[in-house]
Each structure stands twice: as structure tokens, then as C-alpha cells.
T-cell receptor, first 114, second 119 residues
Framework: AQSVAQPEDQVNVAEGNPLTVKCTYS??????LFWYVQYPNRGLQFLLK????DNLVKGSYGFEAEFNKSQTSFHLKKPSALVSDSALYFC????????????WGAGTKLIIKP | GAVVSQHPSWVICKSGTSVKIECRSL??????MFWYRQFPKQSLMLMAT?????????EQGVEKDKFLINHASLTLSTLTVTSAHPEDSSFYIC???????????????FGNGTRLTVT
């Protein structure tokens, strides 16, 4: 069955340090992978996506993510965290074998401390 | 571009009344709109998919007579929670996709959500 796992409910990082928000997936076909960010009481904003090509994709606000096919992962990263990066982050995947159904992870709360 | 406006941002209503939430695409034509429900500290739950001019497709377990969805134009979709009860209290979010974004690698454009509290 198709699934997306974000193993950490919350990630705490000091400002200026690198951050990683983890995501692993399970699909039967080719994955189309997305990261979205949600600020309090707001809708979601698209950050970046992986469809094909270079495994390292760069997105908005200095974020990047690395697609690792062997580990079925798509971790979100940023070299130097900002307090303003504090938000809820969602990983999502479309499965080409399942009519491109969009499957959402549970979300990870990222807290950046000054 | 691709701005989605959702209104109201929050609403409090009494049990038994109905509440309408609007989702508008401001600078594009939204051929498809999605309605999600989000519980505290949980992920998004897709409630239904609506295509302009046709009936919405509801996900399993979502009562279509309780959550009425109308997508009468290319820029407006509405979700009406009928005979609301406290358990309907939640954060409702709409998202939209344009005809140009018909490929499956296109991201969705989200509204800012509506916080519904039923007392």
C-alpha cells in the first residue's frame, strides 16, 4: 500500500544550525514527491518537488531536498535555520501506479530556537 | 500568481445551524478544487474533489449530504456544513488546480483555511 512517513512529530534546531526534516515513502510506481509548509492558521505553501532528474532539488526560502531511491527517502534540508522557518512541514507523494493519488505525511513541527 | 482566497478565516456557529465556506481562485481558473479537513496535530484528510460544472467526488466515509460542495464556476467553490455539530469543529482547507496544471507533477495552490468552531 502507498504511504508516506514523517517519523518525527517535532524537530528542534538552534538558529544558524543545519536542519533536516525526514520523509520516507512507499509506492508501487514512480514517485512524484513534494514538500509543503504550513504556518499557524494558514493554508499550505508549496516548497519544492522531485519528479525526475537531479536527485537534489532546490526550492523556496533556501530549502532543498534529496531524493534517495534506494532508501525511498526525500528528506528536507536547509544549511542554516532561521527562526522564521518555524512551521509545520508536510511531505506528500503521488504514485504513478495509483492514478496519481496524492498521499500526505502526518507533518513535522519544526521549531527553530534563537 | 495562483492565489486562492478562502473565506471566512474563522467562524463560530451554534449546533444545528449551517455554515458556508467559500474558496475563490483570484487570478486563474480553477478547473478542479479539493476540500481538506485537518484535525489538530494531524495531517490533511481529503474530503472531496470537485470539478467545475459537475458533482463532487467524495472520499470514503465523508457524508455528502452533510458536507455540500458546489463548484458552479471556474473561480468559486463552496463547502456547506449542514446541521453542524461540535464534532464538525475543525480546520477546513481548500486547494485548487488549473487546467494548465493538469499534469500530475504540478503543485496545488491552497487557501488559508477556515477554522470552524461549533458550540
Amino acid at each position: 500500500a502507498q504511504s508516506v512517513a514523517q517519523p518525527e512529530d517535532q524537530v528542534n534546531v538552534a538558529e544558524g544550525n543545519p536542519l533536516t526534516v525526514k520523509c520516507t515513502y512507499s509506492v508501487s510506481g514512480n514517485p512524484y514527491l513534494f514538500w509543503y509548509v504550513q504556518y499557524p492558521n494558514r493554508g499550505l505553501q508549496f516548497l519544492l518537488k522531485y519528479i525526475t532528474g537531479d536527485n537534489l532539488v532546490k526550492g523556496s526560502y533556501g530549502f532543498e531536498a534529496e531524493f534517495n531511491k534506494s532508501q525511498t527517502s526525500f528528506h528536507l534540508k536547509k544549511p542554516s535555520a532561521l527562526v522564521s522557518d518555524s512551521a509545520l512541514y508536510f511531505c506528500a507523494v503521488r504514485d504513478s501506479d495509483s492514478n496519481y493519488q496524492l498521499i500526505w505525511g502526518a507533518g513535522t513541527k519544526l521549531i527553530i530556537k534563537p | 500568481g495562483a492565489v486562492v482566497s478562502q473565506h471566512p478565516s474563522w467562524v463560530i456557529c451554534k449546533s444545528g445551524t449551517s455554515v458556508k465556506i467559500e474558496c475563490r481562485s483570484l487570478d486563474f481558473q480553477a478547473t478542479t478544487m479539493f476540500w481538506y479537513r485537518q484535525f489538530p496535530k494531524q495531517s490533511l484528510m481529503l474530503m472531496a474533489t470537485s470539478n467545475e460544472g459537475s458533482k463532487a467526488t467524495y472520499e470514503q466515509g465523508v457524508e455528502k449530504d452533510k458536507f455540500l460542495i458546489n463548484h458552479a464556476s471556474l473561480t468559486l467553490s463552496t463547502l456547506t456544513v449542514t446541521s453542524a455539530h461540535p464534532e464538525d469543529s475543525s480546520f477546513y482547507i481548500c486547494s485548487a488546480r488549473t487546467h494548465r496544471d493538469s499534469s500530475w507533477d504540478s503543485p496545488l495552490h491552497f487557501g488559508n483555511g477556515t477554522r470552524l468552531t461549533v458550540t
